[in-house]
């Protein structure tokens, strides 16, 4: 897409510099014109990646990357529009285009990686990886090799590659989270905990992590609520999370007393609780 009027000012501005110094020639006045139209397609393609409808962007992209099928960046903003429209099957044939393509890099075989493994096909990420030289050392590629040694449960593996990635990073709040999930999965809480507090210092407002936390102290027993923002619902739902995992070890008349404060703290109807209540009241009445 062009800015007609953007282009036209450019264009006039091209040419009063020319009566300046010398008379250009069509051909000089059409490179310039098209140098200007390079910047403004490129603005525009920021933001459809950032601002715009995903589906709409994957649109644009289509298009657009069918009318330069040699522009290896519209190729690239395809690949990302598609995972923001949550399709990584199409994206992972994107982006094997890409990385396999005589002006592939490092960076777009780990995106190739990221698409296969939001797909789940695990064996392809791994394959992808393996084929990033060494000295590659991103935090993106770092934080997908922790995922894929994840998967396959090796466990050293994972904590290496995880604790490698959290010092690639200046946000790590999420591969925080991650490395407590593997380690809450592992049945270690004690050390899920602790990580899923250092993630909450550097975002305290992620739910995901309070959540863990709770469920990670709820493995272990400790069933007083920790000590982070939390609004009066997420509150009430991590009472809820709390009173779950205190079942799930059997201690049923903590549980019972947490989902109740739950109920009595959420300032609207908490129906998963009354649920979880009833349920748990109707086996003690069945028992």
Same mark, same amino acid.
């Given at each position: 897409?062009?800015?007609?009027?953007?282009?036209? #000012?450019?264009?006039?501005?091209?040419?009063?510099?020319?009566g300046?110094?010398?008379?250009?020639?069509?051909?000089?006045?059409? !490179?310039?014109?098209?140098?200007v139209?390079?910047?403004?397609?490129?603005? #525009?393609?920021?933001i459809?990646?950032?601002?715009?409808?995903?589906?709409?962007?994957?649109?644009?992209f289509? !298009?657009?990357?069918?009318?330069?099928?040699?522009r290896?960046?519209l190729? !690239?903003?395809?690949?990302?529009?598609?995972?923001?429209?949550?399709?990584?099957?199409? @994206? /992972?044939?994107?982006?094997?285009?890409? /990385?396999?393509? +005589?002006q592939?890099? +490092?960076?777009d075989?780990?995106?190739?990686? %990221?698409?296969?493994?939001?797909?789940?096909?695990?064996?392809?990420?791994?394959?992808e990886?393996?084929?990033? +030289?060494?000295?590659?050392?991103?935090?993106?590629?770092?934080?997908?090799?922790?995922?894929?040694a994840?998967?396959?449960?090796?466990?050293?593996?994972?904590d290496?590659f995880?604790?490698?990635?959290?010092?690639?990073?200046?946000?790590?709040?999420?591969?925080?989270?991650?490395?407590?999930?593997?380690?809450?999965?592992?049945g270690?809480y004690?050390?899920?905990e602790?990580?899923?507090?250092?993630? #909450?210092?550097?975002d305290p407002?992620m739910?995901?992590a309070?959540?863990?936390?709770?469920?990670?102290?709820?493995?272990?027993?400790?069933?007083?609520?920790?000590?982070? %923002?939390?609004?009066q619902?997420?509150? @009430?739902?991590? #009472?809820?999370?709390?009173?779950?995992?205190?079942?799930?070890?059997? %201690?049923?008349?903590?549980?019972k007393?947490?989902?109740q404060? /739950?109920?009595?703290?959420?300032?609207?109807?908490f129906?998963?609780?009354?649920?979880?209540?009833r @349920?748990?009241?109707?086996?003690?009445? /069945?028992?």
């Open positions: 897409m062009r800015h007609p009027i953007m282009i036209s #000012l450019a264009a006039a501005g091209v040419l009063a510099l020319s300046c110094q010398k008379q250009m020639s069509d051909e000089e006045v059409e !490179r310039a014109v098209a140098g139209n390079v910047i403004d397609e490129s603005n #525009l393609n920021d459809m990646l950032t601002v715009g409808d995903p589906n709409e962007a994957v649109a644009y289509q !298009r657009t990357s069918a009318q330069n099928p040699e290896v960046d190729k !690239r903003g395809l690949a990302q529009s598609l995972i923001k429209a949550k399709k990584p099957a199409e @994206a /992972a044939r994107v982006w094997a285009e890409v /990385a396999d393509g +005589p592939g890099t +490092p960076e075989r780990v995106e190739l990686a %990221d698409a296969h493994i939001r797909s789940g096909d695990w064996a392809k990420a791994k394959t990886l393996n084929k990033i +030289p060494p000295t590659h050392e991103t935090f993106g590629r770092y934080r997908l090799e922790a995922m894929v994840d998967s396959e449960q090796n466990w050293s593996k994972a290496s995880y604790q490698t990635a959290v010092g690639l990073t200046t946000q790590p709040a999420g591969t925080l989270n991650n490395w407590g999930f593997s380690k809450l999965t592992r270690d004690a050390g899920a602790k990580l899923f507090g250092e993630a #909450l210092t550097y407002s739910f995901t309070k959540n863990n936390l709770v469920m990670a102290r709820g493995g272990q027993g400790k069933y007083d609520m920790p000590v982070i %923002d939390m609004s619902i997420e509150r @009430a739902q991590l #009472l809820h999370t709390l009173a779950l995992a205190a079942i799930k070890r059997g %201690d049923i008349v903590m549980g007393t947490l989902l404060e /739950a109920i009595d703290t959420h300032p609207q109807h129906e998963e609780a009354v649920r979880a209540m @349920a748990l009241d109707s086996n003690v009445s /069945a028992g």
